[in-house]
């Protein structure tokens, strides 16, 4: 899964712990991503750091990469295959899944390693494309 290219976002991002069935604040929804992931026990919230109070418990910021997709459901390894040079170089992460594509966030201070990780594994490592409408 060598052809693999992964786009690496500007914006950092944090994830916030909030209580089970909490309500997701105004303040996350001002983000360029926006993950919502709610348990019996706690509701994760990934949004832009820069709007998460500071006494949330949060943890960031971290840069996040995106597998260029879509990705095709039956495809197996990729985030296996992304993921392993990352716990060679003792890269931690927090991955997320859409409907289209893995995402992949790593410490901000650790976002270049991480792209030099990738791309001494043979993948490509780009910012961001704009969106063409």
Do not use: Y
Not at 70 to 77: I, M, S
Not at 92 to 97: D, G, I, K, M, N
């Amino acid at each position: 899964m060598n052809e693999v290219t992964l786009e690496q976002h500007a914006e950092p991002l944090a994830v916030v712990r909030l209580a089970p069935g909490a309500e997701v604040p105004e303040w996350a929804g001002s983000s360029s991503i926006l993950s919502i992931s709610a348990t019996a026990t706690e509701t994760s919230v990934v949004c832009s750091a820069a709007t998460v109070p500071v006494k949330s418990r949060h943890e960031g910021p971290f840069t996040a990469f995106s597998v260029v997709g879509p990705l095709d459901f039956a495809l197996t390894g990729v985030l296996a295959g992304l993921l392993t040079p990352l716990a060679e170089e003792q890269i931690s992460v927090f991955t997320l899944s859409t409907f289209d594509t893995d995402w992949v966030l790593v410490p901000a201070d650790r976002a270049e390693q991480a792209a030099e990780a990738w791309r001494r594994t043979g993948r490509t490592v780009r910012p961001v494309q704009p969106a063409i409408d």
